[in-house]
């Protein structure tokens, strides 16, 4: 199951990715932007927000995703 999934997500990824690897943004700056989105979301949960905190959380596993299919389109793995 995991495996027809991750084809799916590979095919709309990928024209994502190439988008953004054009830009000259590197897979290690879209994981700080990551990281610093969940800094974000640790103080919307802190601040009794967990809806928000939440939504961002699923954001930054976005970025995770992203990070990954850019560094395979650049070749930096």
Known sequence: MLNRL??????????VASGVASTGI???????IGF????????????A???WGG???LLTGFFDILDGAVAK???KV
């Open 6 to 15: 991750r084809a799916a997500l590979s095919s709309v990824m990928k024209p």
């Open 26 to 32: 590197t897979p290690n700056q879209i994981t700080l």
């Open 36 to 47: 610093a989105i969940s800094i974000l979301a640790s103080y919307f949960f802190y601040s």
């Open 49 to 51: 927000l967990p809806l």
């Open 55 to 57: 939504r961002l959380i």
């Open 73 to 75: 389109v650049s070749g």
